[in-house]
C-alpha cells in the first residue's frame, strides 16, 4: 500500500508541477500533497518522508514566488510601467496560459506546454500593453513596457518551473532514500 502510496504522490507532484505552467499554484499543490503523505504514511515506513523534507520545499515553494514576483515585477517595473498596466498583464498572462494550452503548437509531445508558456507572455504582454494605453500612455511606451512584461513573466514562470522541479526531485530522493 505504502509502494501505490509513494508511486501516486509522484504523479500528483509531476501534475501540480505541469500546473505552475498555467498560473496555478502548483509548487504549493506539491507542498500539500507531500505534507499529507507524511502525515499519514507511518514514519517507520520505507518510502515514508520527514517533517524536515516537508518544511525544505515549503521554502523552495515561497522561493519560487519570490522569483515569480521578482522576474515579473522587474520587467514592467524597469520599463516605467504603471500598476494598471501590471494588473492587466498579470491577468493576461493567466488567460494567455490557458487559452495556450487548448491552442497547442505543432510540436510532439510539448506543444501544450510550449504553447501555455509562449501564449501566457503573449497575454502579459497584451494586458500591459492595454493597461498602459488605457492609464494615457502612447503605443510606443506602452509597446516597450509590454515587451518587458513578456520577458519578465516568461523568466519568472521558468524560475518557477525550475524550482518545482527542484521540489519533484527533493520528494523523490526521499522517496528513495
Known sequence: MTLFLALL???????????????LPGNWLMVTATAVYAF????????AIGWKVVVAILVLAVLGEVVE????????????GSRRGAALALVG???????????????????????ALLFAGLGAMAGAIL?????????DAS???GAAAFRGRL????????????????VVAALLL
Do not use: Y
Open 9 to 23: 504522490l509522484i504523479v500528483v507532484l509531476l501534475a501540480s508541477w505541469a500546473l505552475t505552467l498555467l498560473s
Open 40 to 47: 499519514f504514511v507511518p514514519a517507520g515506513s520505507r518510502a
Open 69 to 80: 514576483l521578482l522576474a515579473g515585477a522587474a520587467g514592467a517595473a524597469r520599463a516605467g
Open 93 to 115: 498572462s493567466i488567460v494567455g496560459a490557458i487559452v495556450g494550452v487548448f491552442v497547442g503548437l505543432p510540436i510532439p509531445l510539448a506543444g501544450s506546454v510550449v504553447a
Open 131 to 139: 493597461g498602459e494605453v488605457w492609464a494615457g500612455r502612447n503605443l
Open 143 to 145: 509597446w516597450q513596457i
Open 155 to 170: 523568466v519568472g514562470t521558468l524560475g518557477k518551473m525550475f524550482i518545482g522541479g527542484l521540489i519533484v526531485a527533493v
